[in-house]
C-alpha cells in the first residue's frame, strides 16, 4: 500500500501511529521474539495480540510510521460531520474565548458557542464535537497562548543534557551562515555577494553529515537539500565535483537539534521529519550555547574559507583595508568543490582534540566498533531518494481541469492529468524553488507524477524570478497577469541583465542564479528565433534608460 500525503494524514490517526511505532519498532528489531513478546506489546498498546500482528507484519513490509496509521471502515477519522459555518464559529469561540489569557474552563466554551449559535440561527453542536476541535490543536499553542510563551517553552522544550550523542546519527545539528568570501560571475569573473551556507554536524562523531551552498537566502527548500546531502550516499556527489575522496556519512538521523528560525518550522519539514522517524528538537530562545557544536564547525569553516581570495573576514579589524571586490576569484561551483576538498580530504582527516581522534576514525568506530564501543551496524539506506525530497518540498493545491493544473499563473500538463480530470477535490502539488519548470502532482494512488510546462518551449525558471517578474508587471499597471505575459517579462529582464552584467552586482546576482537553474548554463531550452531577438531588443529600447537596469528585490 502506497503511502499517503504526509500533509493529508489527520492528526489523530498521525499520532495514534506515533504512539504504536516505538512499541513495534521494538518487536521488529527483535529477530528472536515470541508470542509472549508479542502479548507484552499489544498489552502496551492496549489491544488485542491479532491487532499487534497485523501492525507488526506491516511495519515489517514498510518500515516508515505510516504503516502503523490507523485503517478504518467509513468516513476517515477526524472528517466533519457539522456544517461549515459552526466548524468555524467553533474555531472562532476557541480563539477569541478559549485561548486568552482569562484561561476560561470548557464549559464556558460551550456555553458560548451554543449562545452564538442560537443567536445564528445554526445547529447547536454537541459538546463531544466541540472538545474534539480543542482537542486536535496543539498542546504547545494552548499552553502558550493561556498560560504565556515562557510556560509553553518550559513545559515542552528539552531538558538540558538532551543533547547527548553516544552513536553516530542519533543527532545532527543544522544552521547556516553567510560564508565569508565574495563569488565571482562564472563567465565575467566580476564579484556578485557571500554565499549562504547550509550546515549539518553529527554530534557523536564532529563529521560533517552534509552540506548545501546557494545564493539564496535559508529557506525551508535550502534545509531540504540539506538533508537530501545528509542521508544520501556521497560518492556520486564527489565524482561529479572531482573530489578524490572518501565521505562515508549517509542515513538518515534519528533527532535533529535546529534554532528558531522559520525555515526550520514549515509543516513540510515537520511532517517530512515524523515521516521518516527523525524526531525535532528546538534550541530555547537565547540560549546559544545549545549549538556549541554546529557553531564551532561553522567558526573552523569560515577560518578555512579567510584563505580564500575575496574573503571578508570575520570583523573589520581583521580585514583591514583589504578590498574584498578587487581579490574575489572564486565561482559559487569552485567554491563549493573547495569546500567538499576542506571537509572530506582535510577536516575528517585531522585529529579532533575532544574526541582525541579524527572525525572519520569516529565514524568507523561508531559504525563498526572496536574493542570497547559496540558500533550501531551500517545505517539503513534511503529506499527512494526521489520521494525522500518531494516529502521535504513546499507543497501546493490545486484542481485538475481540462488544460491541465496552474500553479504560480504558469500551465503544466502531463498525460496521467487526464485520469483525473474533473476530479472534485484540490490534489497535492509540491514544487522546487529553484525550478519551476517541473512540478510533481501526488496522484490518488500514493505516487508522484512529473509534470511539465504546458508549454514546452518556456525556459526553466525559478520562483524569484517569477516574482521579479509580477512585480514588474504590477509596476507597469497591468492588473490582470497572464503566462505569456510572465515569460516576456523574464526574458526581458535576462536580456537587461546580461547587458548590465559587467556594470552591476545585483544584475550579475540575478544572472549567476538562473544559470544555476537551467542545465549546462544556456539561458534557455531552444534557440532564440531572430522575431523573438527583435522583440525582445523592442522591448528593451521603449524602456526609459533609468528603468533599462531596474532595481531588484532579494527575495526571500
Request: with cysteine.
Amino acid at each position: 500500500m502506497s503511502a499517503p500525503e504526509l500533509s493529508t494524514v489527520d492528526a489523530a490517526a498521525w499520532d495514534e501511529a506515533r504512539r504504536c511505532l516505538p512499541v513495534i519498532r521494538r518487536l521488529a528489531e527483535n529477530p528472536a521474539r515470541k508470542r509472549s513478546d508479542v502479548l507484552a506489546a499489544a498489552a502496551d498498546l492496549g489491544c488485542g495480540p491479532t491487532h499487534a500482528y497485523a501492525l507488526l507484519r506491516r511495519y515489517l513490509a514498510d518500515a516508515r510510521l505510516t504503516s502503523l496509521l490507523p485503517r478504518r471502515r467509513g468516513p476517515e477519522r477526524g472528517t466533519s460531520l457539522l456544517d461549515q459555518e459552526v466548524d468555524a464559529l467553533i474555531r472562532e469561540v476557541i480563539d477569541t474565548v478559549y485561548l486568552t489569557r482569562q484561561r476560561p474552563r470548557i464549559v464556558h466554551l460551550v456555553e458560548e458557542v451554543r449562545r452564538r449559535c442560537i443567536g445564528e440561527g445554526l445547529p447547536i453542536p454537541g459538546r463531544k464535537a466541540i472538545v474534539a476541535r480543542l482537542r486536535a490543536r496543539s498542546a504547545r499553542e494552548i499552553v502558550a497562548k493561556r498560560e504565556g510563551p515562557k510556560a509553553a517553552r518550559d513545559r515542552y522544550l528539552p531538558a538540558v543534557g538532551s543533547l547527548e550523542a553516544h552513536w553516530p546519527l542519533s543527532l545532527i545539528q543544522i544552521d547556516h551562515t553567510l560564508v565569508d568570501v565574495i563569488v565571482v560571475d562564472s563567465e565575467t569573473r566580476a564579484p556578485i555577494q557571500r554565499p549562504w551556507l547550509t550546515l549539518a554536524i553529527d554530534v557523536c562523531t564532529r563529521c560533517v553529515a552534509g552540506f548545501h551552498l546557494s545564493l539564496e537566502p535559508p529557506s525551508a527548500t535550502s534545509v531540504a537539500l540539506c538533508l537530501s546531502h545528509v542521508a544520501l550516499a556521497k560518492e556520486s556527489w564527489l565524482a561529479e565535483r572531482g573530489i578524490d575522496a572518501v565521505w562515508p556519512v549517509r542515513g538518515i538521523p534519528e533527532r535533529l537539534h535546529l534554532d528558531n528560525a522559520k525555515e526550520f518550522r514549515s509543516e513540510a519539514l515537520k511532517r517530512g521529519c515524523e515521516q521518516y522517524g527523525v524526531a525535532i528538537d528546538y534550541r530555547p530562545v537565547r540560549t546559544p550555547h545549545y549549538g556549541g557544536h554546529i557553531e564551532r564547525l561553522i567558526g573552523t569553516m569560515m577560518g578555512k574559507v579567510h584563505l580564500l581570495p575575496g574573503t571578508t573576514f570575520s570583523d573589520v579589524r581583521a580585514k583591514g583595508d583589504l578590498n574584498p571586490d578587487k581579490t574575489a576569484a572564486m565561482t559559487l561551483d569552485e567554491v563549493e568543490r573547495w569546500l567538499g576538498h576542506a571537509i572530506a580530504g582535510i577536516y575528517h582527516r585531522d585529529l579532533h582534540r575532544g574526541l582525541g581522534i579524527t572525525p572519520l576514525a569516529a565514524w568507523q568506530r561508531g559504525i563498526a566498533g572496536d574493542g570497547t564501543t559496540l558500533g550501531r551496524g551500517e545505517p539503513m539506506a534511503v529506499a527512494d531518494p526521489r520521494r525522500f525530497l518531494i516529502d521535504f518540498l513546499p507543497i501546493a493545491r490545486r484542481k485538475v481541469r481540462r488544460d491541465g493544473v496552474a500553479l504560480h499563473a504558469i500551465g503544466y500538463w502531463a498525460d496521467v492529468l487526464s485520469t483525473w480530470i474533473g476530479h472534485a477535490e484540490p490534489m497535492i502539488i509540491r514544487y522546487d524553488p529553484r525550478d519551476l519548470s517541473r512540478v510533481y502532482l501526488l496522484g490518488l494512488d500514493g505516487t508522484y507524477y512529473d509534470l511539465s510546462y504546458r508549454d514546452l518551449r518556456r525556459p526553466p525558471i525559478s520562483l524569484w524570478e517569477h516574482r521579479l517578474a509580477l512585480k514588474r508587471l504590477r509596476e507597469d499597471g497591468r492588473a490582470l497577469v497572464d503566462e505569456a505575459a510572465i515569460f516576456r517579462t523574464i526574458e526581458a529582464m535576462r536580456a537587461i541583465a546580461n547587458d548590465a552584467v559587467r556594470a552591476s552586482k545585483t544584475a550579475r546576482r540575478q544572472r549567476e542564479r538562473r544559470l544555476r537553474v537551467v542545465p549546462g548554463g544556456r539561458s534557455d531550452l531552444l534557440p532564440i528565433e531572430p522575431d523573438e531577438a527583435d522583440t525582445l531588443r523592442q522591448i528593451r529600447e521603449e524602456l526609459p534608460p533609468h528603468e533599462r537596469m531596474f532595481p531588484v528585490e532579494e527575495w526571500e
